[in-house]
């Protein structure tokens, strides 16, 4: 009996000292067609904010470049701004400049990728910098939003 009692405490002891963690995620993944898709390479670019390096040394900011994968099988890619793009800082305005593919995108269509290039599908690069204003760069904590907009050209 003792042996019993002795060792229904161990085994509670046990579970009384066991510590437990865990952890929940989410995990999703997005298939494009294969007959059209412009996608970043690092899916997680789009989900979080893009940080642009100052350089105190130089007093410049460090363009945002990333890496696309695109594909139209049916003919060329345009691509075009939604809306001018700048960081504010409540007061301040730097505007921003966005290539994609190098070619600069403005608020008009713009042919990014070519119809051949296009239709084997091809990895291009997106850039965006900072226009130094005139009287260079004022402090502060500066925001904003580049938004993009990609078409296929059907030939």
Known sequence: MQVTLCAALLLACNHALAVREEQTFHVSVTIPTS????????????????????????????????????????????????????????????????????????????????????RVGQRVRLEIAATKPAEGYVPGQYYGTVQLMFDAVNP
């Open 35 to 118: 007959e059209f898709y412009v996608l970043p390479v690092n899916p997680g670019f789009l989900e979080r904010e893009q940080v642009m390096a100052w350089n105190p040394v130089s007093a410049e900011l460090s363009p945002l470049r990333e890496h696309f994968d695109v594909k139209n099988a049916s003919g060329s890619i345009s691509a075009r701004l939604a809306a001018e793009p700048f960081l504010f800082n409540g007061r301040e305005r730097i505007d921003l400049k966005v290539w994609f593919n190098g070619e600069s995108l403005s608020l008009l269509d713009t042919p990014v990728v070519g119809e051949q290039q296009a």
